[in-house]
């Protein structure tokens, strides 16, 4: 619902907490070329400002985006506005669409950014433009495609849990997804059976949100994603969206008080 | 105290409440409920009907109890956010505003209103009713309580018209208001009455601030009706809890 959204977008601006994911993001794009040993190397110091400027935007994405996420969810519970929007009849699958559209947004502007100042400060001389745009941009839609889900659980966990608990539960999952499941895949082929096979189940569970991180193709010049696993993995990252979002409509019915 | 509230209220019956000229509806009837109704929590029964009630467009009801006995139950439960306990209330096209529901604090009741009426068909309505309430625009998080009382009609005034909402129920709404906002309200509520709706009222007894087309008394578990030109001094011992009458 229009409403719901306008609503908390505009309590969102004007509490001015973005001004801090732009502030770290600009900050990085200034001083990430300073990490590299460009005396060394010149062309260095592009990989390091890149890899400076998607590290800020992912860490943005899972603090404050899923920050933003519990506050938005428990702000409903706590403040009534659950019963006030369910007594005008707003479903509860619209009422946690409008609600999730406000930190998908703030995905599309963090990664959005973050691929537009790499596109412009980021670029070694000798990669062509266009392969340069279209890394970025696919960089910006797995990283948001990724992130929906996360969000969209943190976002239906306040429905039952505080602000801090829901946020923790989103955090570890995204720790799991980008870096833990990479540790199970170490364990899946170890010599212990029980282990192997535990962790053979944990794997093919996942969530392989690494997938959607696309920093050592942007840091290393790796190119752009070919046509087939891209389309592969947007599948595999749109699936695990969809079922979050499942989960999360679920999670988020109204619960009389 | 009581038989000041008896006096104004007395002084104020007008028999033109209860009927509006000029208003032709097909169906005048809100919302019908047959006597037998039982309200409550997890099929724990609190308060029963013992008369039907009938909910009119155009009118206003007044729900009278004292603290606890189930007047925010029973709009809860018209406002279909609760299950009857037995019995059945049809769904309408209802708003239920508890006098505990908060708005962002960073934004102005303006702009909250902006985002319930994107359109801005009834912005003219919010500025008048700010005006005549004597509301600040300020940061709703600034406001006082009773300013954010008045916010919050301003709401629910705004998003009943945006939603076409045919019973509109307004949870203590008196509770902080200074008198010239209750009296500002009462007058507003009875001569711009909105046609379209039926508008609930819970109170506690002693605000009543003039008269209804109907009133709705809650208290020791029943729901019962009576006359609008009921006297106070009538309606106390009804309203009374057990133990206190005993007492």
Same mark, same amino acid.
């Given at each position: 619902m229009k409403s719901i959204f306008l609503l908390h977008f505009r309590q969102l601006f004007r509490e001015n907490d973005w001004i801090l994911p732009l502030l770290l993001l600009l900050v990085a794009s200034i001083t990430g070329s300073l990490l590299a040993p460009s005396n060394e190397d010149p062309t260095l110091q592009f990989s390091a400002r890149t890899q400076t400027i998607w590290m800020t935007a992912w860490l943005c994405s899972i603090f404050w985006v899923g920050f933003v996420s519990a506050k938005l969810? *428990?702000?409903?519970? &706590? !403040?009534?506005?659950?019963?006030?929007? !369910? %007594?005008? #009849?707003? %479903? #509860?699958?619209?009422?946690? /669409? %409008?609600?999730l559209a406000i930190p998908l947004l703030c995905n599309v502007l963090v990664f959005g950014a973050s691929g537009a100042l790499t596109f412009l400060f980021g670029r070694t001389p000798e990669v062509p433009w266009q392969e340069w745009a279209l890394v970025n941009a696919q960089a910006v839609f797995f990283a948001v495609l990724g992130q929906t889900g996360v969000t969209a659980i943190i976002l239906a966990l306040t429905n039952w849990l505080d602000v801090a608990p829901a946020f923790t539960c989103g955090l570890l999952i995204d720790l799991y997804g980008l870096y833990g499941i990479i540790a199970v895949d170490q364990v899946r082929s170890g010599k212990d059976p029980f282990l192997s096979n535990g962790a053979e189940i944990?794997? &093919? @569970?996942?969530?392989?949100?690494?997938?959607? #991180?696309?920093?050592?193709? /942007? &840091?290393?010049?790796?190119?752009?994603?070919?046509? !087939?696993?891209?389309?592969?993995? *947007?599948?595999? /990252?749109? *699936? @695990?969206?969809?079922? %979050?979002?499942g989960v999360g409509s679920r999670l988020w019915r109204f619960r009389r008080s | 105290m009581n038989s000041q509230v008896t006096g104004s209220w007395k002084d104020e019956r007008q028999t033109e409440f209860l009927q509006y000229p000029g208003l032709i509806m097909e169906n005048p009837i809100v919302l019908q409920i047959n006597k037998g109704l039982e309200i409550g929590y997890k099929r724990r029964c609190i308060a029963k009907l013992n008369d039907d009630l009938r909910f009119r467009r155009?009118?206003?009801?007044?729900?009278?109890?004292?603290?606890?006995?189930?007047?925010?139950?029973?709009?809860?439960?018209?406002?279909?956010?609760?299950?009857?306990?037995?019995?059945?209330?049809?769904?309408?096209?209802?708003?239920?505003?508890? $006098?505990?529901?908060?708005?962002?604090?960073?934004?102005?009741?303006?702009?909250?209103?902006?985002?319930?009426?994107p359109a801005g068909d009834y912005c003219d309505l919010a500025r008048e009713l700010i005006d005549s309430l004597e509301l600040q625009n300020?940061?709703?998080?600034?406001?006082?309580?009773?300013?954010?009382?008045?916010?919050?009609?301003?709401?629910?005034?705004?998003?009943?018209?945006?939603?076409?909402?045919?019973?509109?129920?307004? $949870?203590?709404?008196?509770?902080?208001?200074?008198?010239?906002?209750? $009296?500002?309200?009462?007058?507003?509520?009875? $001569?711009?009455?909105?046609?379209?709706?039926?508008?609930?009222?819970?109170?506690?007894?002693?605000e009543i601030a003039s008269l209804p087309s109907q009133i709705i008394l809650v208290g020791q578990g029943q729901i019962d009706t009576a006359a609008p030109e009921t006297p106070w001094r009538e309606l106390r011992p009804r309203l009374q809890k057990t133990e206190l009458c005993a007492a």
């Open positions: 969810g *428990a702000f409903q519970r &706590t !403040k009534g506005l659950r019963e006030f929007w !369910k %007594s005008v #009849d707003v %479903s #509860d699958l619209h009422y946690f /669409l %409008s609600l944990l794997w &093919t @569970i996942g969530p392989h949100l690494h997938f959607a #991180d696309f920093l050592p193709r /942007l &840091t290393f010049g790796w190119g752009a994603l070919p046509m !087939k696993p891209f389309l592969f993995a *947007a599948l595999y /990252l749109a *699936a @695990i969206a969809l079922v %979050s979002l | 155009g009118e206003i009801s007044l729900l009278l109890g004292s603290n606890g006995q189930g007047k925010t139950t029973l709009m809860k439960t018209l406002s279909g956010l609760l299950p009857a306990v037995a019995g059945h209330v049809k769904k309408v096209r209802t708003m239920f505003v508890s $006098d505990e529901v908060e708005f962002p604090a960073c934004l102005t009741p303006l702009e909250i209103v902006s985002c319930f009426d300020k940061c709703y998080g600034v406001l006082s309580k009773g300013n954010r009382q008045k916010a919050r009609i301003v709401f629910a005034e705004v998003l009943a018209r945006v939603r076409e909402v045919e019973l509109l129920a307004l $949870d203590e709404p008196f509770a902080g208001l200074d008198f010239q906002a209750r $009296d500002c309200l009462v007058k507003r509520w009875i $001569d711009a009455k909105n046609p379209k709706l039926h508008l609930v009222v819970s109170m506690h007894p002693s």
